[in-house]
């Protein structure tokens, strides 16, 4: 029931996934049986009026996440965000609203987990933030200012460079930067100015080397060592820089995130057009037109990599840094959402309908 581009999260025999119910103002957390689609339960974690949003956008495009045992959800009852957690019976533990977001193109903000942290970016034209949620109680734990005030819709990234093993780095771009922080703290451990003013794909880490795509109103390729202090802007840990007077729109990706795969960066451009390139040396392999109009991120399986495009054809290429469209599937369908992939399955979710697809064990 409703729309929404969040993706769905699987975990056993549970599918979860957002959605919006437009007409009544609803934000709903579906809870579904993964071995027939069947709904185990329903809960409408929140009623509000519709915010302004990008046509490309919905009321229900954060992703939720789970350990397990919980799940947690993000919404927008303008002004602001809200975040809450459910158990598996669909019983509501806890529900915070960490800040207000603000932003003409609405909200997407998926909650990521760190130990006990649930871990949020506030990016927004207003003051931005990122937040740390005590994930069993709701209780802030940090706090941190973002340096500029501009829209982006970044999910950050958990790693740990080489030389820094012992520190959980938290990465993301967007409000007109690059930067890491201490997922413990909150403390920033460095930052990139630029390159361009708005994000929304996340970074990918592969090999110590941070990849990065961008976005508006300038398309970027940028290979980062999270290895820095400070700030590292025109510095030694920029691997690589490809310009946007090189990409263009057709060489990097505003909405769809990389990916790496086999050895390689793989990027889809919002225009449908797919590039591999070297990691340490951001060297383009290849570049070929794939689809017409790309919005989900690719997913990885089984060495296969899957890019699913707005009507919902399936393109699986081989992840060898080739171009090899091993097959081409087309549903009923539009897709905006990055599928899922478990236990030899993937899960599409539709403008319509949620698709399992695969002959893998439910077990």
């Known amino acids: 029931p409703g729309k929404g581009h969040s993706s769905p999260i699987v975990w056993g025999d549970r599918v979860f996934l957002t959605t919006c119910i437009e007409d009544k103002g609803e934000r709903v957390l579906i809870c579904l049986d993964r071995r027939d689609g069947s709904i185990l339960w329903q809960r409408v974690v929140l009623v509000a009026p519709l915010e302004k949003k990008h046509p490309l956008n919905s009321y229900a495009s954060a992703t939720p996440v789970t350990d397990g045992r919980h799940v947690w959800v993000a919404f927008l009852a303008y002004p602001n965000m ?90 993301l771009s967007g409000s007109k930067c690059v930067a890491a922080y201490d997922a413990d703290t909150g403390k920033r451990l460095w930052i990139l100015d630029g390159p361009t003013e708005q994000y929304v794909a996340s970074l990918v880490f592969l090999d110590d080397v941070l990849f990065l795509t961008t976005g508006f109103p300038e398309f970027h390729l940028m290979g980062i060592s999270p290895e820095g202090e400070g700030n590292i802007t025109r510095s030694k840990y920029i691997r690589w820089h490809i310009p946007h007077k090189i990409n263009g729109r057709d060489g990097a990706s505003y909405v769809p995130s990389p990916i790496a795969a086999g050895g390689y960066f793989y990027v889809v451009s919002d225009t449908g057009y797919v590039s591999c390139l070297e990691p340490q040396t951001g060297k383009r392999l290849w570049k070929k037109k794939l689809a017409r109009h790309v919005s989900a991120s690719p997913v990885l399986a089984d060495g296969h990599l899957y890019f699913v495009d707005d009507d919902a054809v399936t393109y699986v290429l081989k992840a060898d840094g080739q171009f090899t469209v091993l097959h081409q599937n087309k549903l009923d369908d539009e897709c905006y959402a990055s599928p899922a992939v478990s236990q030899g399955q993937l899960f599409i979710r539709g403008l319509h309908n949620l698709y399992c697809i695969g002959a893998g064990p439910a077990h």
């Open 82 to 171: 809200q975040v809450a957690c459910y158990d598996f019976n669909g019983k509501m533990v806890w529900m915070r609203s960490p800040g207000k977001l603000l932003s003409i193109h609405g909200f997407c903000s998926s909650p990521i987990l760190h130990k006990n942290l649930v871990i949020l970016n506030g990016d927004q034209d207003a003051e931005a933030y990122l937040v740390a949620l005590d994930k069993d109680t709701g209780t802030e734990r940090w706090r941190v200012d973002r340096p500029n005030r501009t829209r982006s819709y970044c999910t950050p990234l958990l790693i740990h460079a080489k030389n820094k093993p012992d520190v959980t780095q938290l990465v």
